[in-house]
């Protein structure tokens, strides 16, 4: 597939020059029909009967396992969520955490993963990372490890500044248990989870799926408390709840997702070309190029597809007015920034028609 | 509009004598038109664009209110989730109970309740209604309550027999805080939540939505702890995780919904009959004194629209074989029994189907 044919799959990039998919991604023709002949398959099977229900499952086992096979997972390994806040608070409503005990997180992290950590009840320490070059969050982080941590959670990619975090050496460094916030690197700049623990899957953004989808990983499951079980948590129950939990990570789906949303994400998983990194990589840098002429552009997030800026006046109202024109960006609340998601479907015509809207 | 006019909305019937609104209900054709409708909005609009963010708040707003008025509760009450199940995992995340306390549930619910009861850390002492007639489930339930009673935790229609337990008898006589897991109630039998302190609503089974939708009511919002946040959960928040919570039930959304699925549940809700009640009632009478004469009935579910029943031989083949011969009814694992779900929608030719596949 050549970027003119994989770009053109995209109906959204007709009308709009679309760099939200930090927000949500965009959705091809295939993710789309993908989902609509779903639905129609629905009905003409019956929902709820009993072949019905076998086709789902087994729906729900490939995704499985192409989203385990995106960051060097096993399928068994692999939960299938709603989304990256779900994982997140699947990991703490199983880690059990008291006010004795410490996670450290970084000053940059989305309400998906910090309402779960405040709900802990353990004491939440902020590292201050985003205000600093990159290079310096490692020892950032570091220095708020004390005795009493429990959970280093972060994001690999910050959603506010782009900045890449050094998850590996966090592990090496702490041997700690380590939580990540997956939102804004799955789908869009390489992953691999080796020795970290949770790892959450956004499939909504980068992976250009239908929302709500999302996806977590747990290296041992065993090891986890069901915290907030579905019915997919067990293979048999007691009377009073008591209950063994389901094989693998499984036991940590979120409940049921729906179906025509999972047939779009097969599609949309299927459809990702090979060059889909370097591609993403190539046009957030001449965004970022383009942006830092004319606007002060926010962190060095080099190595992220994200390019937060400044721009002239209220970023809420200049999101607006693009809007209007055409051109979909975000701004990011209480900081006035803006910001631009480069994907591998991005031209260099919209970050062209981002600056002309721009003025 | 009259029954013949209402049945003709739905597709499935033409072709299935669809027997299991207790798992998912038939979906209308204006429901199903209504989804694919706002799948084309979203693209037209951009899915992450300003605009396109508003017109989905607003949509909530709307759904939240109209499964408010289901139940006799205001939308402040409502929060927007994915199940039942979720709505208990919500609840009892919030309520903090230990080993020292106690939650008193029935013999007959559902994974959707007991597992969130089991991990809640409380003990569970389990009421015998099931095998019993209805009369004698107040007193059941009643004689399991001590002072370390800290939650009622039941179905209000057993999914199993069919039951109809005696919510407000029970909140009552106890005064305690009580959760009902409204799967199998809301949008097939009056329903109205006067005193109760949680109630569940299932919005893919009776109520004929796509899924996977639900609701909870919170009769005091302010009384009850976030548990299990979601990004709607906050209206700020601290760099630690600190929140100041939504305004009233919304705070505890489980989280983003399909925007398809809204819609289609919009349509749905709005689609349905004045005469649903007594309609749906007539048809379980007719179903279960058919079943009667040849089939032993199981429990005196005469109040519910539920009608479960013991087949000749193994219950899952016999579904299985149903579903073959165009009949959707579904087995109840470990029971032996088979369970049929009128609707509003249900015909006498339904059952007859029934009956003469059963053979």
Chains 1, 2 share one sequence.
Not at 33 to 60: I, N, P
Not at 76 to 92: E, F, P, R, Y
Request: charged letters at 20%.
């Amino acid at each position: 597939m050549t970027f003119d044919e994989g770009r053109a799959l995209f109906p959204v990039l007709e009308r709009f020059a679309y760099l939200n998919a930090g927000s949500l991604g965009p959705l091809s023709r295939p993710t789309l029909t993908a989902m609509e002949e779903r639905l129609r398959f629905d009905q003409e099977q019956g929902r709820g009967g009993h072949g019905w229900f076998t086709s789902v499952l087994e729906l729900r086992a490939r995704v499985r396992e192409e989203l385990a096979r995106l960051i060097g997972a096993s399928p068994t390994q692999m939960a299938l969520t709603d989304s990256t806040t779900d994982g997140c608070n699947i990991v703490l409503s199983g880690l059990e955490l008291g006010p004795d005990d410490e996670v450290v997180t970084t000053d940059s992290e989305h309400p998906g993963l910090l309402l779960p950590l405040h709900v802990s009840g353990a004491r939440v320490r902020v590292a201050e990372v985003a205000a600093r070059p990159t290079a310096n969050a490692l020892q950032a982080i570091l220095s708020c490890v004390t005795p009493r941590t429990r959970l280093l959670a972060l994001s690999h990619v910050l959603w506010t500044t782009g900045q890449v975090m050094p998850l590996h050496e966090l592990k090496r460094e702490t041997g700690l248990p380590i939580l990540v916030d997956g939102a804004q690197s799955v789908g869009t700049i390489p992953v691999e989870v080796g020795e970290l623990d949770y790892y959450t899957v956004s499939c909504q953004k980068w992976l250009c799926g239908p929302e709500p989808l999302g996806a977590l990983y747990v290296r041992d499951p065993e090891e986890l408390r069901v915290g907030i079980p579905s019915g997919f948590a067990q293979k048999s129950l007691e009377p009073d709840g008591r209950f063994v939990p389901a094989e693998g990570a499984a036991r940590f789906d979120s409940g049921w997702l729906a179906t025509p949303s999972l047939a779009g994400l097969e599609a949309a998983l299927a459809g990702a070309p090979e060059w889909r990194f370097e591609r993403a990589a190539e046009m957030a840098a001449l965004c970022r190029a383009a942006l830092r002429e004319r606007f002060e552009i926010v962190g060095d997030g080099e190595q992220s597809t994200l390019v937060s800026f400044i721009p002239a006046g209220d970023a809420a109202a200049q999101a607006a007015r693009l809007y209007d024109g055409g051109v979909i960006v975000r701004d990011l609340p209480g900081t006035g920034w803006l910001r631009a998601s480069c994907g591998w479907w991005t031209s260099g015509e919209d970050v062209d028609r981002l600056l002309s809207a721009l003025g």
